[in-house]
């Protein structure tokens, strides 16, 4: 994947680029579900479906570690905040705290090896599906789990 095209999916998945820090704490219990190193193989923003073709090769990958998320394509890596899951709720959420102190809140679930996470626009409400639209300006992003 070249740089411009890790660059849209940072956008779309985080909204902003910074630099990755260093440290962090260990992360809670209810998060450890996510903690690991997951393959992007499935994109939608606004009702479109990024072609399964146009990701493989490119091995873009989040990270949750620490309760931060970090995104990495190649050498490259980006910041996209911290997060928190409430697994209690119906679907599960999922928040983040992006680095400017915007929230992007979300739902997510977890089958089998696969992570299906949708997230509302920066700042704005959480999805309830998972699935966008053109109106919701939602992301539906879908991981696999990467066994090192």
Not at 94 to 111: C, K
């Amino acid at each position: 994947m070249g740089r411009q095209a890790f660059l849209y999916l940072s956008l779309i998945v985080g909204g902003a680029l910074v630099a990755v820090p260093a440290e962090g704490g260990d992360a809670p219990a209810d998060q450890k579900p996510l903690e690991g190193k997951w393959l992007l193989v499935s994109s939608e923003q606004e009702g479109v479906s990024k072609p399964a073709e146009e990701l493989k090769g490119g091995g873009t990958y989040m990270i949750f570690e620490n309760q931060e998320v970090i995104a990495r394509s190649e050498d490259q890596s980006v910041s996209l905040g911290t997060y928190s899951l409430d697994p209690s709720k119906s679907p599960s959420w999922y928040n983040r705290v992006m680095p400017d102190g915007t929230e992007r809140l979300g739902i997510y679930r977890i089958e089998g090896d696969q992570l299906f996470l949708c997230l509302g626009e920066r700042g704005k409400t959480r999805p309830s599906e998972f699935r966008t639209t053109k109106e919701d300006k939602a992301s539906l992003v879908i991981y696999k789990r990467v066994k090192e």
